[in-house]
């Protein structure tokens, strides 16, 4: 297990949780006198310390080139700091006023089929554009200048939700820059992409050009290089954009809000240049037994984001009730709303911000969720919830900066995905690389074992158990640390589809699963892709468990056959081997299985490898229980996402755990 310890806050002036949510007081200029002040009296009253200003409000800022107003925002933050509140102060980036898309018509966006996009929406600006970059740094650099010694300024939210991507001659030009940057001449680009397909084969730079529906899409190098090109270019926009922040505001931590498993941007690589991670979690709870498997899936991306900085994150939205663009817009149960917040907290954040604090009255998200509901009062039930949200925050004030303890690593990819979803064949859009890993994960979260959540090339130091389902890419480098891990003494796990390409996508031409054979001890011949309807068998430890998508057969080098398959014509063949090596040991499990195996399979992983556990008990189905530390004092969270009473067996006697409830224990004091 890693050492755990604490870190400095994540606002060095706030050292405490911050609890708030987006506020967009421009929408409300008219009635500053009374809305504005109401709702610093309300957010005071439901326990909210921060709110998040400037969100999208170019157009107030600056209603036209080179008119700004600040006015109202000077104001803002002047009330804001007679009332105690932590300022997130955000850049207008994410939606361009109407005018600079009418004077500058080359900042709105190209599709993929090369149409360009009219004015409207948001997230829809050109990533190369000169005008944009220029545009937006100029009035970055007014509000850091204007607002940088102001004492509430806490954080600074770059932009929102970066995402989508530009298909310009602009961003063309930037294409291929970074493609001469990466593979230097175009015989090695060609040799990488294998464009002898087809005849697809470049003879000049000027013909290489992103994927598009009406062209080139067949070409999986190309593909796999555009999705990089992409993060590369949220990289190097986000430091655009930062740029006159640090030189103003050099001590004020800058972020921008991701979203998950988003899959149009590599988290971890652009997670390099943030100063602290945060994103916006929007569950799709039901109020039913269901929502076991939605805390499962909130709870791996939790730990996602936390791992991408390795240390507190910011929960910078969730929904204190019904999310308006969900198919169903369904209310939170009562007490789901406290789950949800003290969830985020128990995996590692340090915040627990909403999206919105005031209902806005028109437009997309006027039935968004919010704290302060269109009557306007502290008599809602939804206040009541986040009010008592705030109470308990505020006595969890010591937790702040502590760390989640994780001795298992759990392997998700970016670029595995983006390659694996591009494949032809297996199951073509039914292959569900997120959905496996998170099912291998839900096995740890049941035990109470803490997990990282890292890519291929993370550091493997301190970690009992390495799993990686479903590594169809091996990057470089990341087989030879898989040895030096297992031999050392650690548990390593792979799946089916593990070792097929290397980072150009190209296949492994000694058999798979290429670097990784002799650590694991196997060669896999063939994989079974199986119809909807159909089934297998694993016979493991006189249990028999169903296997059903993906059957791969193995041949033992070296490994031992732990599970065989109980039918069709590789009946009693490899399901599941291990390889002892060194000091430790590496797994294979050759088929997709029902959850029920992944279970039995891991907690037999974490009894014999020693994992630890935030609390020594068997959970309930739908309980989990999760830790964090500095070292001295441990906070421990229990949490039933179930609609149903759980009861657990501890050495003190019986724990009763009511329906949706998270208790807290802090050393030996309930909290």
């Not at 294979?588 to 014999?608: C, G, M």
């Amino acid at each position: 297990m890693k050492q755990a310890f604490r870190h400095p806050p994540i606002a060095a002036k706030f050292p405490y949780i911050l609890h708030g949510g987006d506020y967009n007081p421009e929408q409300w200029i008219k009635w500053k006198d009374t809305v504005w002040k109401e709702d610093m009296r309300l957010a005071k009253l439901a326990g909210i310390n921060t709110l998040s200003i400037g969100i999208f409000a170019w157009s107030t800022l600056e209603p036209s080139e080179g008119d700004y107003h600040f006015e109202w925002l000077d104001e803002m933050m002047d009330l804001m700091a007679e009332n105690d509140m932590a300022v997130v102060m955000a850049t207008p980036s994410g939606a361009r006023p109407a005018w600079l898309s009418q004077k500058y018509p080359e900042v709105l966006r190209v599709n993929a089929d090369r149409t360009r996009n009219l004015h409207g929406g948001r997230h829809n600006h050109c990533l190369s554009s000169p005008v944009y970059r220029e545009k937006t740094a100029q009035i970055n650099a007014r509000l850091a200048e204007r607002y940088a010694k102001r004492p509430s300024l806490a954080i600074w939210h770059v932009s929102n939700e970066y995402g989508g991507e530009c298909h310009c001659p602009l961003c063309q030009e930037r294409f291929r820059e970074f493609l001469r940057k990466r593979y230097g001449t175009l015989d090695a680009l060609n040799a990488a992409w294998w464009t002898a397909f087809w005849s697809h084969t470049y003879t000049d730079w000027s013909q290489i050009e992103s994927p598009s529906p009406t062209g080139e899409t067949s070409t999986h190098g190309l593909n796999l290089s555009w999705k990089r090109f992409t993060t590369e270019q949220f990289v190097d926009f986000y430091l655009c954009e930062t740029a006159p922040l640090k030189k103003f505001a050099p001590s004020i931590p800058c972020t921008t809000n991701l979203m998950g498993t988003y899959p149009g941007v590599d988290y971890f690589r652009l997670a390099e240049v943030l100063d602290v991670a945060s994103w916006d979690n929007y569950p799709h709870w039901r109020g039913t037994d269901e929502d076991t498997a939605v805390g499962s899936r909130v709870s791996f991306l939790h730990d996602l984001t936390r791992s991408l900085k390795g240390k507190p994150f910011m929960m910078m939205e969730s929904s204190p009730s019904a999310t308006n663009w969900q198919p169903v817009a369904k209310l939170r149960r009562p007490g789901v709303h406290a789950l949800q917040s003290l969830q985020a907290v128990a995996h590692g954040a340090d915040t627990v911000q909403y999206f919105q604090f005031r209902k806005g009255r028109g437009a997309a998200e006027k039935f968004h969720g919010a704290v302060v509901d269109h009557e306007g009062t502290e008599y809602t039930r939804v206040f009541h919830e986040v009010a008592d949200v705030g109470k308990r925050l505020k006595d969890l004030e010591q937790i702040v900066g502590t760390f989640t303890p994780a001795s298992v690593a759990l392997i998700y990819d970016w670029n595995v995905r983006w390659a694996l979803e591009d494949a032809k064949g297996f199951l073509q859009s039914k292959t569900n690389y997120e959905s496996a890993i998170i099912n291998h994960y839900r096995a740890f979260w049941r035990l109470g074992a803490s997990v990282d959540v890292i890519d291929s090339t993370r550091p493997l130091d301190g970690y009992s158990i390495v799993s990686a389902p479903m590594l169809y890419m091996l990057r470089p480098g990341f087989a030879e640390r898989i040895t030096a891990f297992v031999e050392s003494g650690g548990t390593f796990v792979a799946s089916y589809i593990t070792g097929y390409v290397d980072e150009n996508d190209l296949c492994f031409l000694d058999g798979f699963p290429g670097p990784l054979k002799d650590a694991l001890g196997i060669w896999c011949e063939e994989i079974d892709a199986l119809y909807p309807n159909e089934t297998n068998m694993v016979v493991w430890n006189g249990k028999t468990y169903k296997a059903f998508d993906f059957c791969e057969i193995v041949h033992c080098r070296g490994a031992k056959r732990l599970a065989t398959y109980g039918k069709d014509f590789y009946a009693g063949q490899p399901a599941l081997t291990i390889n002892h090596r060194g000091k430790g040991k590496a797994y294979f499990i050759a088929a997709r299985t029902e959850q029920a195996f992944l279970n039995d399979f891991y907690a037999s992983l974490v009894k014999e490898s020693r994992v630890h556990r935030a609390l020594d008990a068997n959970l309930p189905e739908g309980v989990t229980a999760q830790e964090r530390s500095d070292g001295k004092t441990r906070s421990i969270f229990v949490m039933n996402f179930t609609p149903f009473p759980k009861n657990i067996i501890l050495d003190s006697g019986k724990k009763y755990l009511a329906p949706w409830e998270v208790w807290i224990t802090q050393g030996n004091n309930e909290a």
